[in-house]
């Protein structure tokens, strides 16, 4: 590291100062001499099927089909601590890591240590639930429900074959905050009637009898919510939300049983005289005014008001939403003190980035073996002498002529075939590169963020140099002129001694034939580490062009991603073929982008249609289930304003504002959806209860109030404070789920559900 830098193996390898400025100026070498870099490919363990059969036996599953990715990134994050652990050793060496696979590797890294907030967020759900019963059961048995719904959900999508990611990871402070509303009711509804009773069977059935609906309904539209992710086009989207949906059926499941069962344990304190029959079909009770009784006061004398504001803000939201846009950058995902983020601005001030983007060029499949080129080639030869010794004399028959005419022929197909040495392909591809490299250099073009260039184009202009005196202006791909006239035919040498017996022939040149020797050159005096490998098929049929990039917003690389195919295919349409088009010779090849830092962009632009395809799914479930349920289509079509407005408010704000999303807001959008929907089925059921037992509609919505309004409202509480622990994570996507469900669940709360009348 200190002896050899990339300046040095520069002037080793090309010799020019000008080449070197162009082949490694802001690539590996800052423009102020003081920052070189050294490019670490970590190449992808092999995994064979045997080895996957005998770990996970024949059948199929989410771990065998991920086993390869899992041993690649324990791998590489092996080879990146021992990396860490040979440049701490260096003294006097200011050194900074970065890359896509340092981010891989920090990801995990980051969710490590953000688990200890489970433990202050039961610490917090503890203190809110003592507050509010102020008995030690009713904090212990929430909490044992939440647990054991935790280890049920880890537990079965391990069973499933399914792993954690980044994403699951912060499943459990999810579940905690959403999961624990339906014992916080039981217990709710269990103090509220106990003086009422004084058989505690017929308390705790009565408790059930009111619960068990709205809980089962709850559950239900809150696994909508989580198993409308799985049809995210991203895995671990899909993940998240069937690993959530699962813990949700846990909660509901132990809360039904556990509860009613620690709830047994305590005594019965009947009022005396208290008669439940008095009242069959009502289960509130006549109640003091408190805020909740003030709230639903002052919702039903300003209803009118309430309902239109309600319906302009659905109209705003609508077109807010209509111009959200979601742009994720990789390097906000961080704070900005944090070590890899700061490492990898570093680099990109002074190198120009570390994101990778692969530009792969695919010709036709071979469509014969090597022992068959082989064959045709010597045949060639043979012939070529036969015809060039016989040219003395009688000359070849007119068959041979032909066989070697067509021989030559199906030879110049399958060299066009081979991209890699084609002199066609390597002419057309290197004005691409250049016309790329123009855009980007261009101020303010969408191409900036493109920064150095790295494929078998450099290693021909370097050859090409080196063996022509290395100078300056052989700097470049070869081509047809390169060939002196005197090599562009055959030539037959005869021993004058030996005589026609000892003719040897020497094969015309051609660009093919002269790439061919440069990339065997190379490979003789390469280094373990400059094998072409990297950059060519053996069979040279696939050719790759990496590009180093800067990071930026997703809408930015996205639209970069997007000018370099319209290049490609406006200007150089035989480089972008179809597979059928290049058998048939019609292109010469087809133009794939890969790449990570291409991957994650298009991820994250799945977010947008995972947002509409997980909203539109949920709210139509829902909304007919909530139709079902209470036998009211236009019931249940009205209900789901109060449940979807606190979900598109925030969003239509921010987007009317033009302020871009994270992508993590589809998480956000599909987590609130099935919270808010818990507390209006709740009240909505307590109303529809009351409604039948002869009251009024206002009086129907002061006793539902009055009976869940104490259970909603800490529920909501511990919601609040559930998803603000996520804020303080060091990694953004759970510190956005945090900052935007918090709110979003207390705006759910403000928002009185009075629809009738």
Known sequence: FKQKTAYEIGVRLVGSEMCIRDRLLRSVVSEDGRTTAIQVQILRPKVDDARLTQEFGPGPSAGKGAAPAILTSVTQSHVLDQIDEILRAEEGVRWHLAGIPVLERYFPIVSKRDMPYIGLLVLAVAVILFVLFRRILCVVVPLLVMIASILGMNGTIWLAGDLLTNLTAVAPNVLIAVGIGNAVHLITSYFALRPRF???????????????????????????????????????????????GVGTLYSFILAMTVVPAFLSLLPVQAVPGANLAAEPQSTVLDVPHTWISRLIELAISWRRTIVLVTLALCVLSGVGLWRMRL?????????????????LEWIADKLGGAGDLELLFKGPPPSETSAQSEQRGARILELELKALAESQTLGPSADERAELAALRKEEERVQRGRIATSAEFLSQVDRLQARIEEEAAKPGSILAKLTSFESGLSVLRKMHQVQNENRLAFYRVPAERDIPESARKSTLLRDEILGPGGDVIIPAQTVSSMVSQYYLQFESGAQPSESLSTLITQDRSSFRISARLD???????????????????????????????????????????????????HMFEHFVGTLISSLSTSLLTISLLFALVFRSLRLGVVSMIPNILPVVLPFGVIGLIGFPLDGPVVLVASIVLGVCVDDTTHILWKYQTARRGGHSIDEALRRAFETAGVAVSSTTVILVLGFAMLTFSRLRPNIVIGYMSAPVSYTHLTLPTNREG
């Open 198 to 244: 004084g058989d505690k069977r017929a308390l705790l059935m009565e408790v059930l009898r009111i619960n068990w609906v709205p809980a089962l309904l709850t559950s239900t539209t809150t696994c909508i919510g989580f198993f409308s992710l799985v049809t995210s086009a991203v895995a671990p989207m899909g993940s998240f939300g069937y690993t959530l």
């Open 327 to 343: 742009s994720t950058d990789m390097r906000t995902m961080f704070p900005k003190d944090d070590p890899v983020r700061s490492d």
């Open 551 to 601: 990071q930026a917003p997703t809408d930015v690389l996205l639209g970069a991603f997007d000018r370099i195919r319209e290049i490609a295919k406006n200007e150089f349409p035989a480089l972008q073929g179809t597979p059928t088009a290049v058998a048939r010779g019609e292109a010469l090849a087809t133009m794939d982008m890969s790449g990570r830092l291409y991957l994650y962009m």
